[in-house]
């Protein structure tokens, strides 16, 4: 992989600096080693460089294993990082997605921000590893900050937005600590609000019960699982299921309990769940306090946990954003523009 770059600065036609600036560029051009991993990175139809450009504000043309780049010189500088980074992602048999641009170009941000740019290749986000993924890296700042209480704290608390990757990366963790033998099973558990808990008139066994509340976390797990090992691990109790009212009065030891949708808990349910917690055991517990379907008569359990406990030794605490968002770049602007409403609404109050 070869780059070269020759920048010009035109002689401006009048002093002003936004005339200096505009004046200001550079050109870049890499050529990778190899013609079909260099087809990966830059995507179907080029989209990947397509939205690099978008990130940056730089033009990006492909010819064969070769990509130009025009634009600021710290813009294209900072491209070629991603480029490499993501090439050698490719090299290794990884796919490279959208939100895969993102997070290296978020990562690229911390990176120039925490070290000197001869260390600037140096890895800085968390990654998660299992057998069927291999390694997951954070794609932002939050998600690495998340990634990082995990593997420090016994009980964590992550609240923000839907999309985020919350209650994913939580599955990917608890997987990754049953495979290397840090827990013994995984259990898993959302409260059943649209039922009003009170599920028994459903058809099925406990498992066909809940199912519908847990198809999000079902999802998560047939993404870092292997679907015949998901199956076992229902079948002889290693991956197990149960609405939040099921678990009063048991002791988790060896395990990393999930509860998802926590904003729905209430403030009793919490409190319950909480003592559950045995020897040898990780506790996750994600929500999002903009989307509680509880009663206006009933607080919601996560909000009250974490201003009692997230202060405390052992306990971590992440908070997403709207910008932290990693599915489609519609979603997060549909966040934005929900937040943006709702806090003005707030203002005229």
């Keep these: 992989m070869r780059s070269s770059d020759k920048t010009g600065v035109a002689a401006p036609e009048t ?9 200001e560029k550079t050109e870049v051009t890499i050529a990778f080693d190899d013609n079909r991993h260099a087809s990966i990175l830059f995507g179907h139809y080029d989209q990947n460089l397509a939205r690099l450009e978008r990130r940056l504000g730089i033009s990006a043309h492909a010819n064969g294993n070769h990509v130009t780049l025009k634009g600021a010189p710290e813009a294209c500088d900072q491209a070629r990082r991603v480029l ?5 992602r ?4 990884q796919a490279i997605s959208l939100g895969d641009v993102d997070g290296a170009v978020q990562e690229g941000v911390l990176q120039g921000n925490l070290f000197p740019k001869e260390d600037a290749g140096r890895a800085v986000f968390e990654s998660v590893n299992t057998r069927k993924r291999g390694g997951v890296r954070a794609r932002n700042a939050a998600q690495d900050l998340y990634l990082r209480a995990l593997k420090r704290n016994e009980l964590v608390f992550a609240e923000g937005p839907a999309g985020t990757g919350k209650t994913w990366l ?5 997987v990754s600590l049953l495979e290397q033998g840090v827990v013994e099973k995984i259990i898993l558990s959302r409260p059943a609000v649209e039922a009003g808990e009170r599920i028994g008139f459903l058809p099925g066994d406990m498992r066909e019960k809940v199912d519908p509340y847990l198809r999000p976390i079902y999802d998560a797990l047939y993404d870092f699982m292997d679907g015949r090992m998901v199956e076992r691990g229902l079948q002889t109790g290693m991956i197990e299921v149960a609405p939040l009212a ?6 988790l030891a060896s395990a990393c309990v999930l509860l998802d949708e926590a904003q729905n808990a209430t403030s009793m349910q919490m409190k319950m769940f909480l003592t559950r917690l045995g020897e040898g055991s ?5 929500g999002d306090p903009t989307q509680v379907d509880l009663p206006p008569s009933q607080k919601s359990g996560l909000s009250e946990a974490v201003n009692l406990l997230s202060h405390l030794e052992g306990i971590g605490h992440v908070r997403f954003r709207d910008a932290d968002v990693v599915r489609h770049d519609l979603v997060r602007r549909i966040v934005s523009a929900y937040e ?10």
């Design 90 to 93: 490719v090299k290794k048999g």
């Design 84 to 88: 490499e980074a993501l090439y050698a």
């Design 246 to 251: 099921f678990m009063r009065g048991r002791t």
């Design 170 to 174: 939580a599955v990917g963790h608890a």
């Design 340 to 349: 943006a409403a709702h806090a003005g609404a707030a203002g005229l109050k």
């Design 15 to 23: 002093s002003g600096a936004a005339d200096m600036a505009q004046a």
């Design 282 to 286: 990780r506790m996750i517990i994600t």
